[in-house]
């Protein structure tokens, strides 16, 4: 199983891997704040030939769903620049939240804006590396926060390859309960190629994404490590930095 941790010191990535002795990194590319576009990496062939795998994290302001014009086209442009980017990292995936659209209504058209990312794209050959939607936890019409809705997304793009990432703090916090969770995503999706392992500092179904070391949330840690055991799927801890040495040690020791 591969084990590792989001790396917030972006300008050294795999050291900072190395030290945690981490098998996998996750990564930006762009100030997660920021429309940047993304720049080459000055350590890009270390990353590339390293033995630690890489994944990217798209930036937050990405909403690929909205029915906005002036944030959906720019959402577009980001995900295609920071799928390029992740390509060049030799990463095996960008991650990028689910999204959300402002009314029930429009939540069909938010589903249906997904798969246009898709098929435009795959009109220019498709993206450099998978793209894996990832759950959220809060707002009342996310594409990505219930399961039920999540299987209405994927009725729109299971058939372009889109990939999954379960974050366990979202799913949560989210209102989806974590006892045979990897079942019921793999029901839906087919797949899962990535773990966001994370506890919870608020409580199940509270719509709040706020993560907690692995002993210090409101989910039982032994259902995190069930989690781990099941999804055969890289690991990456979000966790609060002070505890991930800690968190690390506790999943080596349960799994
Ligand atoms: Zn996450």
């Not at 917030?8 to 098998?23: C, F, K, M, N």
């Not at 936890?137 to 209405?152: E, L, P, S, V």
Request: proline share 4%; glycine share 10%.
């Amino acid at each position: 199983m591969r084990l590792g941790a989001h790396v917030r010191q972006d300008s050294d990535p795999i050291g900072v891997g190395e030290r945690l002795g981490a098998d996998v990194v996750q990564l930006f590319v762009v100030d997660p704040q920021s429309w940047d576009k993304p720049q080459p990496h000055p350590k890009a062939e270390q990353i590339r030939n390293s033995g630690i795998d890489v994944v990217v994290h798209s930036s937050y302001q990405i909403n690929v769903a909205s029915l906005n014009n002036r944030l959906r086209m720019p959402s577009r442009n980001a995900v295609a620049q920071q799928a390029q980017a992740a390509a060049d990292l030799g990463a095996f995936g960008l991650v990028v939240h689910g999204g959300h659209v402002r009314t029930d209504d429009a939540v069909a058209t938010g589903i249906d804006n997904w798969r246009k990312l898709f098929q435009r794209q795959e009109d220019k050959g498709g993206f450099g590396v998978p793209i894996l939607i990832e759950n959220t936890a809060g707002g009342d019409h996310a594409m990505a926060r219930r399961f039920d809705t999540i299987a209405r997304l994927w009725d729109a793009v299971g058939d372009y390859g889109a990939g999954f990432c379960l974050d366990t703090c979202h799913a949560w916090a989210g209102g989806e309960k974590l006892i045979g969770v990897v079942d019921r995503i793999h029901a839906i999706t087919g797949r899962i190629d990535l773990v966001h392992l994370n506890n919870s500092r608020d409580e199940f179904d509270s719509g709040a994404d706020r993560h907690a070391n692995l002993a210090d949330g409101t989910i039982d840690p032994q259902l995190l490590a069930e989690v781990c055991r099941t999804a055969d799927a890289p690991v990456v801890l979000e966790t609060p930095a002070v505890g991930i040495a800690d968190d690390l040690a506790f999943l080596r020791e349960h799994l």
